[in-house]
């Protein structure tokens, strides 16, 4: 079963410094999310692509958060400039089209834990 | 603005207790409804989700919840929960139908004593 794989796991870096990672989607899926999951509290949603288009973006991801799926298939997520209060847990998850009904199921990867000090 | 409250923190209970954690949304027209569950250490795991037809889904390893559109509420139950369940339960929302992304809640950790 391929899921969703994020790569790497956990990241520590120092306060200024750029970060990325990768997460590579299931199979055949067209869309790929981005969260964030911070202690005690549920993801928050940063950005989607279908296919290669980012077709939405949080307010909290601000200018130094970018995102890109230049394929359709894996996705990076960069941060410069990392400040502490980045740290975080970083989700991708991945859907394939609507469903019927009317849905979209979508499954999340293990996460890449990022730690800024 | 679209939220999703659960009103547990933090739920002990023993095994074979019967267990409902609830979850409430802000009206927002069309509504996709899930319930994530999070074991230690592993990732997001879908239990059930709600898109449309019966209001009572059953999802995996005995959980069902129960989608109740005038209250705007989308509790989970279980009748008789293990040790194994313990865990963090996310109840998320997808307002809109198709389009957009979930809004989550802010988990509930169940404990539950052998």
């Known amino acids: 079963d391929t899921g969703v794989s994020q790569n790497p796991r956990h990241k520590i870096t120092k306060r200024g410094q750029n970060v990325t990672f990768r997460c590579d989607p299931i199979?055949?899926?067209?869309?790929l999310y981005w969260y964030r999951q911070t202690l005690g509290q549920g993801p928050e949603f940063l950005t989607y692509f279908q296919n290669e288009a980012q077709l939405e973006k949080s307010r909290l991801l601000s200018d130094r958060f970018s995102a890109e799926r230049p394929k359709g298939s894996f996705s990076t997520l960069e941060i410069q400039r990392t400040e502490q209060g980045d740290s975080a847990m970083y989700l991708c998850a991945s859907s394939t089209r609507t469903e019927r009904p009317i849905g979209n199921t979508i499954y999340f990867g293990e996460g890449s834990w990022l730690t800024v000090v | 603005a679209q939220s999703v409250s659960q009103h547990n923190h933090h739920v002990i209970l023993s095994e074979a207790a019967s267990l409902e954690l609830g979850c409430n949304y802000s009206y927002g027209g069309t509504v996709n409804l899930f319930w994530y569950v999070q074991y230690p250490g592993q990732h997001l795991q879908l239990l059930l989700k709600?898109?449309?037809?019966?209001?009572l889904v059953k999802g995996i390893k005995g959980f069902e919840a129960e989608f109740i559109k005038s209250k705007f509420s989308f509790n989970l139950r279980k009748p008789s929960v293990q040790w194994s369940d313990t865990a963090e339960y996310f109840c998320a929302v997808n307002y809109g139908g198709s389009q957009g992304n979930l809004i989550f809640g802010k988990g509930t950790k169940l404990s539950v004593k052998p």
């Open positions: 709600y898109f449309s037809g019966d209001p």
């Open positions: 199979s055949e899926h067209n869309r």
